[in-house]
């Protein structure tokens, strides 16, 4: 029998008052079960809103820099567990140890950032017209937290919006996603161990459409961070607009990657098979799309082919693996209907494209890398987010037919170029629409104290981590003070 996981309210480790769990199976292997998650009802959250508006009056007038010696002491309980909370997300969702051993030392390096924030400046000094007069702003929390996350990133995602709502005097309830609410339970045992009063950190776990939407309604939740779906970010930002909270939305990409003919293309195969194959392709970041200029498509595509064939597709847990399963049978559905669907419109399946059948992966999610060639722009797998391991390639004559279609897309995530051409680099930075952009590097991945974010479709236009995280957790007062 596998462990059954609690919520933690005010400070207790409590179960539902539905008296039900939801069950967590292990996507290598779905007869594996990895635990029981309550299956939390609105009640549940109104007791957890209750509980973080009580903590929130004496959170808040806590000092910012003992708030950021709570984070420290989280970040060193974190590393102390890296072992356990890398397996579980491994259990969970399917990805390797090396990628969740990865999150948690990142978890652990965004807890000391914002440990360190509690030392930093929250306002200003301006002048003012009148020369006696004290003008300033300062920053001050925004009130009780909800914080939605998704399943892919399921250690760094939540910490990198909980650690700079906390230190920035909010109170927190998370909602994580119930594909790997477990991991999210470890997380808060590491925040109810450090120390945080009562009240301050609370998780409710169950369905995004009971548990999510309860915390998204709820009058006295003040701002809602997501990370998801386009399709339930729009709902969260409709509804928070409506009763005046304050949201902030990350959401899907299609990202593109453009290889021109001075490029250096070992790495720029690397650097894309290994953007596009990681993590199965389950990230927002991935590399989806490959602009190749005709001079070089040939070779280029050569050389992704034999990086595809070489990797290794198996359990997270095992060693020598390079690529775990999908996280979920919908989500091997969706994959494999993507796939379906660029045979339908005319692209080529060059390589891939099937489920694992061997007896040790029968039982899992498990699908093989795949590329596709003779893609037009306007196909499905060109435009729309696959979030699985698909690369499409995409022939071009220069660098603006490159940009031109790289950008005919919805979403706006990242970007990345391969080039030796400095001029050629910096038309693409400036031209192209990507809140995050790289330069002969992998379209995934930026550095925790840099702001992380996208344009159009991929978010409501705001950033996360470093510095640009304020903005969001916090509301600026603008003070005038006459000596009178
Ligand atoms: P999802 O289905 O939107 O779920 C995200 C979270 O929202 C989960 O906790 C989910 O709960 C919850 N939820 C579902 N319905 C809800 C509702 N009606 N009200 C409130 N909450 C609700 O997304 P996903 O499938 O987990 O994640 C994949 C998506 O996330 C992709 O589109 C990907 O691009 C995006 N993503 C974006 C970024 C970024 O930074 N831009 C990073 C990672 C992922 P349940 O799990 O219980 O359904
Ligand atoms: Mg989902």
Known sequence: ???????????????SNSNETLVSHNPANTKEIVGYIQKSTKADVEKSVESAKKALNSWKRTSSVVRGELLRKAADLLEEKIEEIAKTATL??????????????????????????????????????DSRNLLYTTRVPIGVVGVITPWNFPIAIPIWKMAPALVYGNTVIIKPASETAITAIKIMEVFAEAGFPPGVVNIVTGSGSEVGNSLVENRNVNAITF?????????????CIQRG???QLEMGGKNPVIVLNDADLDLASKLTVSGAMKHTGQKCTATSRVYIHEDIYHDFKEKVIKEVSNIKVGPGVAEDTFMGPLSSKSQLETVLHFIKKGKEEGATLTFG????????FKDGYF???TVFEDVENSMAIAQEEIFGPVLCLIKVANLDEAIELANDNAFGLCASIFTRNLGYAFTFVNEIDAGLIKVNGESAGVEYQAPFGGMKASS???REQGEAAKEFFT????????PS
């Open 92 to 129: 969970e969702m399917g990805k390797t140890l090396v990628e969740t051993k990865g999150e948690v030392i990142r978890g652990g390096a965004i807890l000391r950032y914002y440990a360190q924030e509690g030392l930093r400046k929250v306002g200003d000094t301006i002048p003012s017209t």
């Open 245 to 247: 909270a304050k949201y």
């Open 1 to 15: 029998m596998s462990d059954t996981y609690l919520n933690y309210i005010a400070g207790e480790w409590l179960p």
């Open 367 to 369: 699908i093989q890398p």
């Open 227 to 239: 990370t998801g779906s386009n399709e339930v970010g729009k709902h969260i930002a409709t509804t």
């Open 460 to 462: 409501s236009h705001s």
């Open 475 to 482: 509301s600026i007062k603008t003070i005038t003070i006459t």
């Open 353 to 360: 494209g099937n489920t694992l059948t061997d007896e040790e």
